[in-house]
């Protein structure tokens, strides 16, 4: 089953529309939160090509209207490899469509059209679709966390960005309530179970950790840990700072490619880049996938 958005409907009135027999649903996978600078995209990057370079057909959608990073991301790759004459597993990249607002019913968004089309285009030749959203509360970023089967949020490892999910008091060490994002997961999570589909599995990525330990570092850990047992999210490994991310956007490139455009020496930062999106993958456990690179 899948959450769909019908003529009529708005986002507080949701019916499920089940597949017919037989037909393949592909996992949606949402990479969002709504604060920017987490590295969203570049973990959305690496996790769709990974997941292509393992074999599985993935599609990718990117919410962010205006400055489009994932988009400009695939781009880039479509025009390293083609300049290069390098063919290398790449997901599928699908602009939302565009519809004509005189078409739509008084009650209707035309934002919900447009993302439902584009998965509906995505799904007959997708086992995943990866969705990467803005950082920044919109209505796409809103109907598109309701249609996660694995939500993953990127967070900076820093109190800045740990506001997005809960308040702490001043010590850095006690909750004191959920943020405006935990609340946006909490009604898209409703909406999953009131049209009876499975709970969405959120995963948060702590990211550009820094390579020393430090009280702040250890701080989060801990209030991390006490707020994935109080609103019910997993954790997992995310990416250290690196320049290698940053050097590899022009060329559409991930560190899975290195090799295949002829580095042939990857230096430590490059291997350990390597094994931290493996462990990623590894904690996202999705379905039918194994981390064999």
């Known amino acids: 089953m899948r959450l769909r958005f019908h003529r009529g409907q708005t986002q507080d009135k949701v019916s499920a529309t089940e597949k017919g027999v ?3 649903v592909a996992h949606i996978i949402v990479v969002g939160n709504e604060k920017g600078g987490a590295g969203k995209s570049t973990v959305a990057m690496h996790v769709a090509t990974a997941l292509a370079r393992m074999g599985h057909r993935v599609g990718t959608l990117d919410l962010d209207l205006r400055q489009k990073s994932l988009g400009r991301y695939m781009a880039n790759r ?25 078409a739509l019913g008084p009650n209707e968004n035309i934002y919900d059209h447009r993302l439902s089309m584009a998965v509906a285009e995505l799904e007959p030749t997708s086992d995943f679709i990866l969705i990467d959203c803005p950082g920044s509360h919109t209505r796409l970023s809103q109907v598109a966390h309701s249609l996660a089967d694995t939500l993953v949020t990127p967070l900076n490892d820093s109190f800045v960005d740990f506001d997005l999910l809960a308040h702490v008091d001043t010590a850095g060490e006690t909750i004191t309530g959920p943020s405006v994002y935990s609340e946006m997961v909490w009604n898209a999570r409703q909406l999953r179970a009131q049209a009876g589909l499975t709970p969405i599995d959120w995963v948060v990525v702590r990211n550009r950790v820094g390579a020393q330990q430090m009280v702040n570092k250890d701080k989060m850990e801990r209030v991390i840990d006490k ?3 109080r609103i019910g999210f997993r954790n997992a490994p995310g990416f250290n ?7 590899l956007f022009p060329r559409g490139l991930t560190l899975l490619d290195l090799r295949d455009v002829g580095v042939k020496n990857l230096n430590i930062s490059n291997i350990a880049a390597r094994q931290e999106l493996r462990d990623l993958i590894k904690a996202l456990n999705l379905p039918g996938v194994t981390a064999d690179f």
Do not use: M
């Not at 063919?87 to 565009?98: G, I």
């Not at 700072?241 to 050097?247: A, D, G």
């Open 241 to 247: 700072e690196r320049v290698i991310f940053r050097e």
């Open 227 to 229: 707020l994935a047992k």
């Open 78 to 102: 479509r025009e390293y490899l083609a300049a290069e004459g390098i063919d290398l597993p790449s997901p599928s990249y699908a602009d939302l469509p565009d519809i004509d607002q005189s």
């Open 22 to 24: 037989g037909l393949t």
